[in-house]
């Protein structure tokens, strides 16, 4: 198998490691049992004609009639439990075939009402959005059709309409304006349809989120609940009315029951009209020695960009490239990063290429900033936010309150907080963490090294949130500059902070596909490891600070967070992480984070990948091979990675030629073989 290999100080991503086959978690419908009834496959109430004003719809045979409200009526439909429906970082995601299955996502969706609070849902109003994927227009009418069953009194839908093409996404929403528009209309939550950066299509992936009112992503005590329903669900509770047509903006009603499509951008461009400086933008995007380009990958942004880009700030039409949303994201993968925001990275790194470039994904909360020939890392993106986040945004006037990151992203912010003298909150991996912080105060601007920066104007990262804040240092920085003089650009701006703060190097390696089960041994491994460590050990020349498995108590609520990722952290600040992904639809996702503090001026222009090979030396040898002597002498392997960079590499256990990245894996088979020969000192 070979890797995808990008040199940049950031993301790596080795793909389809280790060939771990998906197994399907419920029988197709073709094997379901009969003691249950599907909504997808029953046909008899998710086909009915749409827009059809009917004031009551005589029951379907497979369930019994429940309620009657004013003229709707209810059924209860049975079901069984079905397993692996755990919510992880972001939402339930799995294939998109296998939310397909049978009462799937049904399941899922009742599992919810089963867990929140009657006077949560009941006559209440919730929103529904997402990015419009494969699967969101059929999974939009099974979410209404059992919110309105279990009493909901009002869905609110956005809807975008491309006149160019003539055609109409239904269920669109981004993560971001779901946020916005559920704080702004003050409702009680709102479902996301997305599985955000992960491909769509019929043969990729879905997902689902819930969030509250507040706008935050449910915490664990709800999602925990939800999954407990899924084991014990029996029934779901739908209202008999017909498919409704979100193809209109405009107001269904059944009874009490209402739905209405909304434009999915005017309320986030409201917002985002509070929070910047729009003419400040608006000068600097029509200079003509400024150029400027966003990359939307045919993800829920494409319905934003040009409204808020073009016609608000004055951007050329042409800035907008992969604008219009699709349901498979034009076979692409909507991750913006140096790998497959690709087209973009190409633009952004020629000679004549233009001087700011961003990207964002599927559901339009994450986001990759670029100058000419220059990347920025998330970490930094939202230290320099901060850093100068008071001059140039007007929301941030009287100075952030407090600043967080996940645990994960690099130590840049910790810095900023501190010469600000600010609050600073290291948290769990997720944005569900920062949202108790910005309720009670503590926080204003977050992000993670996963391309995800925001601040409390809502309560999810927010990709064209950042672009607009990263605009508005640029245009700040260079307002007053004439015609012809030179321009302070991206790199300008991140040399000066890095000169100011010292430069934290970071790179993160993501092996995909993994087996579960060898990667869970291996975290297994590394806590072994962890709970023999000592403080002042030394690692070739790094002395441990210490190692841990992260821990987090939410100091608003006392909620504890735990086993969030084994850290290995120095006395200079450096750092290595190891933690398994929740977000994949399929096997595991290993992460390893490396992340060295530079203070030295001089070496800030070193690539990140030679500033952190004596960390990864120094820490393989000393974890990975020196345990495992006897079995696999990795040191010649980091020979042969420090000469050559660019490879293709075999993920065989025995490879006596790999790289890095491939010992790293390999060390996954090596802890199990190592220890069945018991030769690991654990
Ligand atoms: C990943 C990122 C995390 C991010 C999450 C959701 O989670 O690491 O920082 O919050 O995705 O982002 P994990 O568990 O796979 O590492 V998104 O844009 O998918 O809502
Ligand atoms: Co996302």
Known sequence: MSSTYARFDTVFLLSRFAGAKYSPLWPSSSSSSSSHSSLLSSGTHLRAKPNSRLRSVTAASSGPIIAGSESIEIKSLPTKPIEGQKTGTSGLRKKVKVFMQDNYLANWIQALFNSLPLEDYKDATLVLGGDGRYFNKEASQIIIKIAAGNGVGKILVGQFINLKRNTCREGILSTPAVSAVIRKRKANGGFIMSASHNPGGPEYDWGIKFNYSSGQPAPESITDKIYGNTLSISEIKVAEI??????????????????????????????????????????????????????????????????????????????ISNGVPLEDFGHGHPDPNLTYAKDLVDVMYRDDGPDFGAASDGDGDRNMVLGNKFFVTPSDSVAIIAANAQEAIPYFRAGPKGLARSMPTSGALDRVAEKLKLPFFEVPTGWKFFGNLMDAGKLSICGEESFGTGSDHIREKDGIWAVLAWLSILAHRNKDKKPGEKLVSVADVVNEYWATYGRNFFSRYDYEECESEGANKMIEYLRDIVAKSKAGENYGNYVLQFADDFSYTDPVDGSVASKQGVRFVFTDGSRIIFRLSGTGSAGATVRIYIEQFEPDVSKHDVDAQIALKPLIGSFLSCIVCIKAEGVYREGEAHCHYMREKNYSVSHGPYERRVGFLTSVLSAMFLFEISRAMNCLSM
């Open 242 to 319: 017909p498919d409704i047509d979100l193809s209109h903006v405009g107001v269904t009603k059944y009874g009490n029951f209402s739905v209405e499509v909304i434009d999915p951008v005017s309320d986030y461009l409201e917002l985002m009209e509070d929070v910047f400086d729009f003419d400040l933008i608006r000068g600097l995007l029509s200079r003509s020695d400024f150029g400027f380009m966003f990359d939307a990958m045919h993800a829920v942004t494409g319905a934003y960009a040009k409204p808020i880009f073009v016609d608000n700030l004055g951007a050329k039409p042409d800035s």
